[in-house]
Structure formats: C-alpha cells, structure tokens
C-alpha cells in the first residue's frame, strides 16, 4: 500500500517543510537495541543463524535467540518494546507500520523469559505467541511478563491488561493477576492465579523502561523516532538558526555521518544501512545531516509541528552514486559511493515499488526545467527544506569537506563488510552518476549478515534441543503471519530490475559542475580556501594575476564557530552565473538550475562575502536584477506564509542593492506578518 502525503508546516525559527511523496510503508522493521552476553540471530527468508549486532534491523521472519546469562532487547516499534531473558528464543513474525487501519505487531516466545513493553502512545495491535497460547493486551499501556518451558506458558501482567487464549477459550487478566496455561497446542486450558512478587529480572526490565521514557532526547525528537534515547549519552543538542535544535555526536574531527558501519540486503527494504555506532539507529533512518561549520550535525526534522509531521523510516537516508566504469554488466560501474542527503536534498528510494522503477529521469544540463524537477523530488521524495544551502549533493561540487564525506567502495565489494571505504576526489564525483532508483548492485549471501560472525553455541542451544527433541516449531495464533519470501527470489527480482535501463543522472548535470565549476576556456584553477576548492572563470574585472584573495581573503572574518557557511566560490557561482537565453540575468541556484536563488538561512555574513555577491558587471541593472531575483523568490514564499524564508530573501536583496525601497517595505511587510503569526499560535496555547 502507497500513501500519498503532502505536509507543509510554518513555525517560527524552524525550517519550512515541503514534502510531497508516494512511500511504500506496508512492512515494518524493528530493531535490535541492545545486547548482553551471546546474542544470535536468524534471517527468516534464508534460515541463516549468525551473531547478531546492535542496531540490526529485523523483519517478519526473522528470530533472535540469547545465551546463557545473556539479555537482548528488541524495539518494535516507538511504544513496543520486547526483551529476552537468557536461554531464550523469539521468533518476529509481523512487523507492520501504522497505515490506515493500526500497525500490527506479532511476536512468537518459542522457549524462555520474555518481558514486554506496551508505552501509553502505542498505535498496534499486538499479540504474543506461545506454543499453546495467544496474549493479547487490551490496554493501552500495559507490561507482561511471559515464560515458557515447552508445553507450559506463564503470564505475569505486571501493568495494563490482557486476553490469554487457549483452544480452550479466553481468560481476561488484570494487573496483579497471572494465568498458567499447561497443555499441547490443540488441548491446552488456563488457570488463574495472583501474579508473584517482582525479582531482580522485573526490577532491570522497569530501569530500563524509564531510562527510555525519561531521556532528554525525546524533548527535541518526537515520540516516532525509535531509539531517541541513545542520543543522551553521545552528544549533545545545539541551537542553529532557522532549523531549531539539532543533534551534535561526540566523535573525531574528521569523521563523517554513514561510515562506520556496512550495508546489508533486507527483504522489501534492501540495501539498509547497520551502524557499529551505538547510537546509530536513530540518525541514520531519520532526518538529515548537513555541515554546521566544520562538524556534522544531525538535524531531525520539523518535529515541532503540533503532530503535522510524521517522520518516515527508511533504510537511509543518502545519494547513491556510480563511480568510474561504464554502463554494462552488473553494476555498470566501478564503485557504489553515498553521501547523507541534507534538509535541501531530494531523498529517491532504492526500495520497494520505487526501488523497481526502472525510468531514467531526463536531465540536460541546459533545461532548467529538468533539473528542478530532479531537485524537487519528482519520482522520490521532495526536500525538507526548500534551501539548496542545505543541500549536501549540491554543496559537494564545491566544498571539500563535504566531498570527503562521500564513502565509496568497490561494487565488487559492496555489502561484503570486507573494506574500508574510501573518499572520493572532485573530478571523481564530477564524473559520477546519481542513481535514483535500484541500486544496480545483486546482493549475495554475504551480504546477509550484520557481522559477518558465526552465531555461538551457546545462543543456538534452544534451537539444537528442538531439533533434537523432534519437536516441531508450532504456535497457537489468533493471526497467522505471512511467510518472508525467499531470498533467491528476491536476488532474481533485483537482477531483473536492473538489466534494463537504471535510472542514473550525470552529477554534474545536477550540480551544474560544467556550467560553473568545470575547467573552460578562458579559465584557471583557483587554490584552496577554507578546504574549499574551486575553479571558476576570471571575472572581467579581475586584475592578472590577482588571486581570489585580493577580492574577498583580507579583512574576511572568521565564521562564527558551528555556523553554517556557504563556501565563498558558492557565491561566487551564484553571482556570476550565464545569462539563460532569453531571459533576464538572475542569480542561478547552484544545483536546482531555478532563476530565482537559493533561499539562504539568516546567519551571520560577513561584509567580504556580501560583496563578491554582488554582479561581476557592477552595473546598476544587473544590481536592481539581482536584487529583483530575491524579492521575487520572497514573494512567493510570501505567498505559502513561509514568512521566514521571506524575510531571509529580502534582507539578502538589500544587502545586494541598498538602494532598493521595494526591498525594504517588503521587509517590513513580512516581519509584521510574521509577528502577527506569532501572536496567533501564542493565543492558542
């Protein structure tokens, strides 16, 4: 099932939303949030057992298993949380996500001690499994304890309520109370009794539901974003103009978000990023990365929007690129690199009914038209943030620090976990194509495992004296769940999709490397400034042999520490960009290829900068045109009462043009609008 969804949302200092989408989000995943001891895990479409990872995504079909004197807990979702006792195993038999009607959440206790959770805000119908028994709370917030020893189940509602099911019938039980169900599958009865005295396994269960509920994560977050709760200890949360808080991880200078860590090929989903990062659940299915000065900050998204937005999960949340090679064979391409998409980046899903689209999007470099339409997410999914500042694919082309955060690898390789990924050099990515849709890539068994680490004997002793018993895995279901597919024949499924035409975009085509940023004639290459590499054409005024410097270098001031800068060859780009034909000259967006300019966050400029925006002509026309090219952009957020991003337009046209009282009358119109917002949602407090 497809749902469309169109979401705009106006708070005041917070990014503008603009979204528009088709996403498949029939399945759901759930994930593995902590580990103690010897923890195994099973893929349903394989029935592979290997050692299992945090932060390794489970689907319907898949088990987890636990050792002697080890734990796991299991995320459901955002208010269903399973944990397991030592020598246990559960099987997840169904994972939906929230659609029209309620999620569904099943989960099987073959053998062991399970707790589970159920928060207050909780939007599934769950069921547990046991050989001879079927619980279903009835609450909406609730805690129950169960154990199994083969054909004997013992329920503990520790909070809430529930419905035992047994081929008997239906037992009700309360808080306080507890039901043993003895017997086979077709003949086993319930007997109810009070619930005993909570020990040292209900005391870490109830610690650790209130380290959850208690995190201060949540309060910059939302209730949907699973794991929000490992952000507490990892880093700490900043304020950034225009966006709100954000999220600031606690690592080395030089790292970059997506990778530490390696792909691995999940039914539906495929190729799903798994972090070795503790924290790395969270960040990298929701949200956006951008660079904020020169550390990555991970920005969650609109989460304040009175309940408007509604993050979606996904794999992750990066560009696909092809790098080197040509089109042909299985890739086609030398090496698979990623970069983490920004707010104003479009997101095109390799997965489900997207991921099998095979149309290659038509881009050409002059046809301004095409090129919105690949930055506006036709075919995937729109920016967050209608500002290509924030866009990290865009940026690229010039900016080295977020070049380098481009991970390649091998497409030999890609998924195997055997490698160290590379950084990728501008002339690489100048040549690279975005993919935006399959990732040509046929995933192998190798790519199946979160670590690639055989599961311990231990873990697997539950699942050995089953097979040895003779018993077989049967449970007493009011629901039975769907088979996981094959994975051959989802290996055969992605091979087909691909032998056609892969929908891949020349990068520069997007970036418009060759109209800016490519070497032409009549150009030179200019140095390094603040990590930023560039080569543009000499402006006209240009003394030979004057660096870029003599413009802009002396009296630049430093950038405020942790603020988000818009490199100085970015402007530059802007300003002197080709008149289209036909048309007026206007300040050409860097990356959407739009006549009207990139809406620019309000932070800190500094004077050297706010002066190479100005034309290259220095003439006054092209100054009242440029600064006629933001009003008009301005108005038409006007318009959509994104009177932020107005407000942010006006102020660059008179910095552009001081000249301009349009400008400046419009200002002012835009801050009374947005003040006279501002006293509207403070009055419906």
């Not at 699973?226 to 080395?252: F, K, Q």
């Not at 195997?416 to 194509?433: H, I, W, Y």
């Not at 068994?445 to 895995?473: C, V």
């Not at 892969?502 to 004639?521: I, K």
Request: proline residues 6%; aromatic residues 8%; hydrophobic residues 35%.
């Amino acid at each position: 099932m497809k749902r469309n969804f169109l979401v705009w949302v106006f708070l005041p200092g917070f990014c503008t939303v603009l979204s528009s989408a088709q996403v498949d989000i029939s399945p759901g995943v759930a994930r593995i949030s902590l580990i103690q001891g010897e923890v195994s895990a099973r893929r349903g479409d394989t029935g592979d057992w290997a050692a299992a990872a945090l932060n390794q995504p489970l689907v319907g079909g898949d088990r987890i298993s636990t050792g002697d004197g080890s734990k796991a807990e299991v995320q459901l979702d955002h208010s269903n949380i399973l944990r397991l006792g030592n020598n246990t195993q559960v099987k997840i038999a169904t994972v939906e996500r929230a659609k029209i009607e309620r999620a569904q959440i099943q989960v099987q206790v073959g053998q062991g001690l399970a707790y589970y959770t159920v928060f207050e805000d909780s939007e599934a119908e769950v069921e547990i499994d046991t050989p001879n028994a079927a619980v279903r709370p009835t609450s909406k917030e609730g805690i129950y304890r169960i154990e199994v020893n083969g054909f004997e189940t013992h329920v503990i509602v520790r909070a809430g309520a529930a419905d035992i099911s047994t081929p008997q019938g239906s037992t009700h039980v309360e808080t306080g109370q507890a039901a043993t169900v003895r017997g086979t599958t077709d003949e086993a009865g319930s007997v109810l009794g009070g619930a005993p005295s909570n020990d040292s396994w209900d005391s870490w269960n109830n610690d650790r539901d209130e380290e959850i509920r208690n995190a201060q994560s949540w309060n910059y977050t939302n209730r949907y974003y699973v794991g929000s709760e490992d952000l507490d200890d990892y880093g700490h949360w900043i304020n950034v103009p225009d966006c709100g808080r954000v999220w600031a991880p606690t690592v080395a200078g030089n790292w970059s978000p997506y990778r530490a860590g390696r792909w691995v090929s999940e039914p539906h989903w495929g190729w799903t990023w798994v972090s070795h990062e503790p924290w790395g659940w969270t960040p990298y299915h929701y949200g956006r990365w951008f660079l904020y000065g020169k550390s990555w900050v991970w920005w969650p998204g609109p989460v304040d929007g009175d309940g408007n937005y509604r993050p979606e999960w996904a794999p992750a949340y990066v560009s696909f690129f092809g790098l080197g090679g040509h089109r042909g064979g299985s890739a086609g391409f030398g090496s698979v690199g990623w970069l983490p998409i920004g707010p104003g980046d479009s997101f095109y899903p390799w997965y489900g009914q997207n991921g099998s689209q095979s149309n290659v999007v038509d881009v050409n470099v002059t046809d301004a038209t095409s090129i919105t339409k690949l930055k506006r997410g036709v075919g995937g999914i729109a920016p967050l943030r209608d500002d290509d500042q924030f866009s990290n694919v865009a940026l690229a082309a010039v900016n080295v620090r977020i070049r380098k955060a481009i991970s390649a690898v091998p497409a030999n390789r890609f998924g195997t976990g055997r490698f160290a990924s590379a950084t990728v050099s501008r002339r690489a990515f100048r040549d690279a194509r975005i993919i935006t849709g399959e990732l040509p890539v046929v995933p192998t068994r190798e790519a199946l495992s979160a670590t690639n680490r055989p599961a311990s004997p231990s873990s697997m002793s539950i699942s050995l004296s089953m097979m040895s018993g003779g018993r077989p895995e049967r449970f007493f279901t009011k629901r039975q769940p769907a088979a996981a597919p094959p994975f051959d024949r989802q290996a055969a499924q992605i091979q087909e999709s691909i032998q056609g035409n892969a929908p891949l975009v020349p990068v520069r085509e997007v970036t418009q490397l060759d109209s800016v940023g490519a070497a032409r004639p009549g150009s030179r290459p200019m140095p390094l400034e603040d990590g930023i590499e560039r080569t543009v054409e000499r402006s006209k005024d240009t003394p030979t042999g004057q660096g870029s410097r003599s413009q802009s270098g002396k009296g630049l001031r430093a950038a405020p520490s942790l603020t988000p800068r818009t490199s100085r060859s970015a402007h530059r780009m802007m300003a002197q960009a080709p008149v289209p034909r036909g048309g007026k000259r206007r300040m050409a967006s860097r990356s959407s290829g739009n006549s009207h300019p990139a809406m620019l966050s309000s932070v800190p400029t500094s004077t050297s900068i706010r002066r190479v925006m100005t034309p290259a002509t220095g003439s006054r026309g092209a100054t009242a045109r440029a600064a006629q090219s933001y009003i008009d952009s301005a108005n038409r957020q006007m318009d959509r009462g994104n009177y932020m991003a107005a407000i942010a337009n006006y102020k660059r046209a008179t910095q552009v043009d001081g000249n301009s009282s349009a400008a400046k009358a419009r200002l002012e119109r835009a801050r009374r609008a947005m003040q006279a917002e501002n006293e509207i949602i403070a009055n419906r407090r």
